[in-house]
Nanobody, 124 residues
Framework: QVQLVESGGGLVQAGGSLRLSCAAS????????MAWFRQAPGKERDFVAS????????YYADSVKGRFTISRDNAKNTVYLQMNDLRPADTAVYYC?????????????????WGQGTQVTVSS
C-alpha cells in the first residue's frame, strides 16, 4: 500500500489557476500509476488525468484536456496537477489515487490507494 496526501486546493475565480500536489509514502512510489479524480456533490467520482510510473504516458478527460497538466517527480514521491483556465464546472473534491498496472485506468474501482481529497472551488 501507499499512503497519499493531497494539498493545494482552494477558492479561485474563473480563469484562474491552481496546482494540486499529492505526496506519497510507503511502498515504492515509482512503481505506481498515479491519477487524479474529482467528485462534485451528488455526482460520481470522475477520472481527470493519469500518468505512468515513468511519466512517459499521460491521459486526460476530454473536459480538462488542454487546461490541466499532470506530472510527477519520483525523487520527491509527488504527483502534481496543474490546473489552468479554471471554470465553475471544475468545482469538486479532487482525489489522488495510485494503482499497479495500467488496465482500466479511467475507472475509480481499479484503484486501491486513495488520498483524503482536497476541495477546489471556482467562482464565476
Amino acid at each position: 500500500q501507499v499512503q497519499l496526501v493531497e494539498s493545494g486546493g482552494g477558492l479561485v475565480q474563473a480563469g484562474g489557476s491552481l496546482r494540486l500536489s499529492c505526496a506519497a509514502s510507503g511502498r515504492t512510489f515509482s512503481g505506481y500509476l498515479m491519477a487524479w479524480f474529482r467528485q462534485a456533490p451528488g455526482k460520481e467520482r470522475d477520472f481527470v488525468a493519469s500518468i505512468t510510473w515513468n511519466g512517459g504516458t499521460t491521459y486526460y478527460a476530454d473536459s480538462v484536456k488542454g487546461r490541466f497538466t499532470i506530472s510527477r517527480d519520483n525523487a520527491k514521491n509527488t504527483v502534481y496537477l496543474q490546473m489552468n483556465d479554471l471554470r465553475p464546472a471544475d468545482t469538486a473534491v479532487y482525489y489522488c489515487a495510485a494503482k499497479r498496472g495500467t488496465l482500466d485506468l479511467r475507472s475509480p474501482r481499479s484503484y486501491d490507494n486513495w488520498g483524503q481529497g482536497t476541495q477546489v472551488t471556482v467562482s464565476s
